[in-house]
């Protein structure tokens, strides 16, 4: 039997604490069913589902999980993506791979052809809401991806994607499943504000001016390529992308962290 896992906790805005005044937070995997649990996996296998957010910073997702054996990541990312598009390998997966842990990241374009005009977040809520199904009941950790906030271009004040952090959160707490918060991990706690700028990695790391580097897209506020290229890949820094490595490092390290592995 595993150690009890050391749950992150989620500080939400003063409006999700009124909402949720008096409910514990508990985003834990009590109540997954007894039944149909797959056998242990040596590694445990990690699948992250994403857009393009996962596009970039996959690779640092899978190194980090990856590093010294501790289990086996897959990446499942495509541009302009929605948790629809995925069902087919979503179902596929649960069974053939039978992972330990799965992580939804999406931050609710409405673009994708499957969400065919609907209200997006609506729409989300009602698609991860079935991934709780499809992953739940073969007892299946999940997580859902918090997305960065978004810094306006021009502006030092961020604002959404806030309404998706929050659905996100509820989700996990009326589902015992689980809240990743890794969008603050491009928050600048010294500034106290998400900027396009993070100060630089202990020991420094490509990009940095000596104190700063550039963590986010500057043509859109979203992204993390710091030339704002368009198509990704993004070069970024000799290959190094800042921002997309503290997003998936994130990611990794709160399920490697509550999993024990």
Not at 146 to 163: C, I, M, R, Y
Request: hydrophobic share 40%; with cysteine; glycine share 12%.
């Amino acid at each position: 039997m595993r150690a009890p896992v050391r749950l992150r906790r989620f500080v939400p805005p003063l409006r999700s604490r009124r909402l949720l005044a008096g409910v514990a937070v508990v985003v834990g995997a009590a109540g997954l069913a007894a039944c149909n649990i797959p056998p242990p996996s040596q590694p445990p296998k990690v699948i992250l589902y994403g857009d393009s957010l996962s596009v970039e910073a996959g690779q640092y997702f899978k190194e980090r999980l990856e590093a010294g054996g501790i289990a086996q990541a897959i990446v499942r990312a495509g541009t302009n993506t929605a948790i629809c598009d995925w069902f087919d390998e979503m179902e596929a997966d649960v069974q053939n791979i039978r992972p330990t842990a799965v992580l939804i990241q999406f931050t609710g374009n409405p673009a994708p052809a499957c969400v065919g005009g609907q209200d997006a977040l609506t729409k989300y809520r009602e698609d991860a809401q079935r991934t709780v199904g499809i992953f739940n009941s073969q007892g299946v950790h999940t997580y859902f991806v918090a997305p960065p906030k978004q810094v306006p271009v021009g502006s030092s004040a961020p604002e959404n994607p806030d309404p998706w952090r929050e659905m996100y959160f509820q989700l996990a707490l009326d589902n015992s499943t689980r809240f990743a918060d890794a969008g603050h991990s491009l928050y600048n706690f010294g500034a106290g504000a998400y900027t396009f700028k993070l100060p630089c990695r202990a020991g420094g790391e490509p990009g940095c001016n000596g104190t700063e580097v550039q963590v986010r897209d500057p043509t859109d506020g979203l992204h993390f390529c710091p030339t704002g290229a368009r198509p990704l890949p993004c070069e970024g820094f000799g290959g190094y992308v800042p921002g997309a490595w503290r997003y998936g490092n994130s990611m990794a390290g709160i399920v490697a962290s509550q999993l024990g592995f």
